[in-house]
């Protein structure tokens, strides 16, 4: 699959989800991801102050990704 299940920006100190595919179904996404939820870890590695790089290499090198998300608040009240 090419697919990408969404996009990953930094901002300052905080890396989170800036788009997701268009690629995929809605209901693929179940409601548990959204745009502007700030990511914690991917596959429990903590990203504080790691290069969007590294993050990317991990992910790369992975056959299954574990992201741990902070949802933004309009996505913790819908």
Known sequence: MDEF???????VAVMYVSRLSDGLPAHFYAGLLHVGDEVLSVNHV???GV???AVFDTIAQS???VLHLRPTPSAATS
Do not use: E, K, Q, Y
Not at 5 to 11: S, Y
């Open 5 to 11: 299940l969404c996009t990953v920006m930094r901002d």
């Open 46 to 48: 903590a990203v504080s």
């Open 51 to 53: 290069s969007l790089d």
């Open 63 to 65: 056959s299954a990704i």
